[in-house]
Each structure stands twice: as C-alpha cells, then as structure tokens.
T-cell receptor, first 115, second 113 residues
Framework: DGGITQSPKYLFRKEGQNVTLSCEQN?????MYWYRQDPGQGLRLIYY???????QKGDIAEGYSVSREKKESFPLTVTSAQKNPTAFYLC??????????????FGEGSWLTVV | QKEVEQNSGPLSVPEGAIASLNCTYS??????FFWYRQYSGKSPELIMF????GDKEDGRFTAQLNKASQYVSLLIRDSQPSDSATYLC?????????????FGIGTKLQVIP
C-alpha cells in the first residue's frame, strides 16, 4: 500500500542529544514537509523540500536540520540547539497539480519527549 | 491577525444533528481550501478540498466556500460519536508548483450520544 512511514513513533531525547526522525514515502510525491504540532497550536512548518537535494526553511527551522538525498526520504534531525523539542512531529508529502492543488498527506507522526 | 482562524471549541452537538465548523482566512489570493480531521493522538487525514465558490458535497460532509467573505465552512450531517475529533482548516494559494499551506488551530467537535 502507498503511504508515508514515520519512525520511531515514540522517542525520548536527553538534554544535549541530537535525534533523527525518519520519513519515507512510496507515493512518488515530489514535495515533502515536516511540521510540528503543539497542544492548542496549529501545525507549524519546519522544513520543506520540492525536489531531491533541495530544501527550504519553514517558519520554525531553528534547531532542526534535514536532508533530501532520495525522492522517497526526508529525515529530520532535532539538534541540541532546539530548546523546546517536546512535540508531535508530522511528515507529509504532496504532488502539486491542477485539480488537486497542493493536497498534503500526512504520515502517522512521531512523538518526541525530552527527558 | 492570524492567517487562518478557527474557533478552538469545543463545539458540542447531539448525535444526529448537523455540526457546522467555520474558518476564515486573511489572504484574498487563496484559492485552495482543505478540511482535515484529526483524532486525538493521531495525524490529520484529509476529508475534503474545495476550490470554487459554493458547496461541495461528499457523503455526510459538505464544504462551503465564499471567497468574497473569505469564509469556508464544513457541515457534517447526521453527526455520529465517531465524528468527535479536531477539524483543521487549511488554505493555500494556487499558482502551480509548491504552495505554502497554512493551517488553522482546529476546532474540537464533540458529538454527544
């Protein structure tokens, strides 16, 4: 089945650690995204990528890094510079086109908690 | 001013009633509008998208768009307890290629049995 797979589903990070969240899609979508969701807040865009080897900062990129070496993969690293990383992280993908606009589809999400 | 505004709720409706969820947006250039449903602890799932003024129906769901008033709504007929979730409104300009999609904070819907 086509879809977006995120792993791990739950992750605990110690202070000062970098952690990497995996995101793989087999939908053949060109664009991929990382969002962060905090209670009572809307989805906030961290990074996005339209094509392989290219990515752009979103609204809250500080303390995060990404890579896009393959069309299918868009991992997110939460660095120690991110001071408040506890959140629900959502990977998403889309394929822009007439009639569908830029419909975004989400993976199941990853819960990151700082301990 | 927030780009996409929704009342966070909760909106409580009895089972079988019509639930009406509302969303306003600030960018007059917006042309693509989406409704997502998000159950607690889960990721958002797409319910509907709409591009043209008027109504778009899909089963028990109807999306309504009024670009002049910068207003989009979602009606859920014959509401069921399984509809209890947070509903996210999302808005994007349509110019082909990548578009920045902006999400509202979501409205929490509670359907009371």
């Amino acid at each position: 089945d086509g879809g977006i797979t995120q792993s791990p589903k739950y992750l605990f990070r110690k202070e000062g650690q970098n952690v990497t969240l995996s995101c793989e899609q087999n939908l053949n979508h060109d664009a991929m995204y990382w969002y962060r969701q905090d209670p009572g807040q809307g989805l906030r865009l961290i990074y996005y990528s339209q094509i392989v080897n290219d990515f752009q900062k979103g609204d809250i990129a500080e303390g995060y890094s990404v890579s896009r070496e393959k069309k299918e993969s868009f991992p997110l690293t939460v660095t120690s510079a991110q001071k408040n990383p506890t959140a629900f992280y959502l990977c998403a993908s889309s394929i822009p086109g007439r009639g569908t606009g830029n419909t975004i589809y989400f993976g199941e999400g990853s819960w990151l908690t700082v301990v | 001013q927030k780009e996409v505004e929704q009342n966070s709720g909760p909106l409580s409706v009895p089972e079988g009633a019509i639930a009406s969820l509302n969303c306003t947006y600030s960018d007059r250039g917006s042309q693509s509008f989406f409704w997502y449903r998000q159950y607690s602890g889960k990721s958002p799932e797409l319910i509907m998208f709409i591009y043209s003024n008027g109504d778009k129906e899909d089963g028990r769901f109807t999306a309504q768009l009024n670009k002049a008033s910068q207003y989009v709504s979602l009606l859920i007929r014959d509401s069921q307890p399984s509809d209890s979730a947070t509903y996210l409104c999302a808005v994007a300009p349509y110019s082909g290629g990548y578009q920045k999609v902006t999400f509202g904070i979501g409205t929490k819907l509670q359907v009371i049995p």
